[in-house]
């Protein structure tokens, strides 16, 4: 998106797709649990398993800065909480989280597990495009066994 006045209207919040509410599945991922303040999805796209994002709920906000401060601490705990949980169920060699918002302006970590010798370690996993990322999408049982196991880390 290089136009301004659209990227404005997105920052605003003008119908994002991130926004409460969101449907718990869609072509990009599918709810694993409700936290404090946000919500922790399975992305779709498992090429790096166990990969998940973490959205805010209460409201549109586009970055950290405009949170309250009390917004910031629990949404904080949320992500704490979620990649505590990836690490517990999936034992990755190391885990990122990233906060991007320059594709859609609402407050969201991607939480991704790493392994060694995956196809970008080392390195980001974003490529310069979308269309340039690996996909790799999971069996049915095999994505629901993987959401049952993080929802069980998520609880302790």
Not at 23 to 52: F, H, M
Request: hydrophobic share 45%; aromatic share 8%; proline share 7%.
């Amino acid at each position: 998106m290089t136009d301004k006045a659209a990227w404005e209207r997105s920052v605003r919040g003008v119908d994002c797709p991130m926004d409460a509410p969101r449907p718990d599945t869609n072509d990009a991922w599918d709810l694993v649990a409700k936290l404090s303040v946000s919500s922790l999805y399975l992305a779709k796209n498992q090429t790096y398993r166990g990969q998940c994002v973490l959205i805010f709920d209460p409201r549109h906000a586009a970055r950290p800065d405009q949170l309250e401060p009390r917004e910031w601490a629990a949404f904080c705990a949320d992500l704490f909480a979620a990649q505590s949980a990836v690490m517990r169920a999936l034992r990755p060699d190391h885990i990122n989280l990233e906060s991007l918002g320059n594709v859609v302006p609402h407050l969201h970590f991607h939480v991704v597990p790493r392994y060694l010798g995956d196809a970008r370690w080392g390195a980001p996993i974003w490529l310069s495009s979308v269309a340039d990322m690996l996909e790799t999408r999971l069996e049915p049982g095999e994505r629901a066994a993987l959401i049952e196991s993080l929802r069980k880390a998520l609880s302790g």
